[in-house]
């Protein structure tokens, strides 16, 4: 076991499985909050504590603070931008879907970075990884269920994540990135910060939700309130957990090889189908079921065609890092 824990390929997967399953279960704790308190809040609260985390601990680790003096610094404005969209529209869809089904929609953000590589970075891809794309996007289909009575239009929030992360990684990777993962993280969480309590500020007393009945509508207007409770702690370690998931996503990707570590990132699918059924008592249904199959199903088969290509289209990056 010793031996194993020394090459850096096995950390670096350990790394990723950690971060999954770090992520996972803030999503689940953000999900908890969301009938109680407004999605900025939350956000602005968790942006605090992983700001701090990352000035106090990360930044040093990495070289210390003169590599926040970015040259960079329209890019990383537009990567937090991209990251920010994909934040909140992720977690006003898990305010009504099952966070399980909500994640496996987002879990075509790699299929969509594979899409748009070809018309924005030249890349080329072969019939095979069509075919994953677009059996990803019968899956999400399955899922969403377009056109019958089970269709809710937060359903599309998990969606406009994935796009905008996809978007955010194809800028990325035209541009170019050479700062420090410390350094990214940190101008992320700056612009959660900034815009988070820009918005506060604005609607932050709930008057846009008056009259107002669809819970991710109100989970992202309702007023700001003061935490009662273990509803600050959970804020807290929602924070924490994303400082640290930051981390260990980015230390797996130092380690280990792109094409081998990023399929274990899907380990954070059956766990947030896991959190689904203990914590809100949301069993997916057999329709669900095989939507999240097909997608999971394709992006593994993406990654693994890219792996045995030598390619990394969607590797690069399949799911975002700094949440």
């Not at 770090?22 to 999605?39: E, H, N, Q, R, V």
């Not at 050479?178 to 969480?189: C, G, L, P, R, V």
């Not at 009259?211 to 509508?217: K, M, N, Q, R, T």
């Amino acid at each position: 076991m010793t031996a194993l824990l020394r090459n850096p390929a096995t950390l670096g997967i350990l790394c990723v499985v950690a971060a999954g399953v770090t992520f996972s279960t803030a999503d689940m704790m953000i999900k908890a909050l969301s009938d109680g308190y407004p999605l900025h809040q939350i956000v602005f609260t968790r942006a605090c504590v992983a700001l701090t985390v990352i000035l106090l601990i990360f930044v040093p680790l990495e070289g210390g603070y003169r590599n926040l003096l970015s040259k960079r610094m329209p890019l990383h404005l537009l990567r937090g931008l991209c990251v920010f969209i994909a934040n909140m529209a992720f977690f006003t869809g898990i305010a009504t879907m099952s966070l399980g089904e909500a994640t496996a929609i987002f879990f075509v953000a790699p299929l969509f970075i594979t899409a748009l590589s070809v018309p924005f970075l030249g890349e080329k891809v072969g019939l095979r990884r069509w075919m994953a794309v677009f059996a990803g996007l019968i899956g999400v289909v399955i899922i969403i269920r377009p056109g019958t009575a089970a269709f809710q239009y937060a359903a599309l929030a998990p969606i406009v994540a994935a796009l905008a992360y996809a978007s955010m990684q194809i800028i990325a990777r035209k541009l170019g990135v050479t700062e420090k993962a410390s350094t990214m993280a940190f101008y992320i969480q700056a612009t959660f910060l900034v815009v988070c309590s820009t918005i506060g500020l604005s609607i932050g007393d709930g008057r846009l939700a008056e009259g107002v009945e669809d819970p991710s509508l109100i989970f992202l207007l309702r007023a700001w309130t003061w935490p009662v409770g273990n509803d600050m702690w959970i804020m807290l370690a929602v924070g924490s957990l994303s400082a640290c998931g930051a981390y260990l996503i980015s230390q797996g990707y130092r380690l280990a090889e792109a094409t081998a570590a990023a399929p274990f990132e899907y380990v954070a699918l059956p766990l947030a189908i896991f959190w689904s059924i203990v914590v809100f008592g949301d069993w997916p249904d057999l329709q669900a079921v095989l939507g999240i199959m097909l997608i999971l199903g394709s992006g593994l088969y993406a990654f693994w065609r890219e792996n045995i290509r030598g390619t990394d289209i969607a590797a690069k990056h399949p799911l975002p890092r700094n949440r």
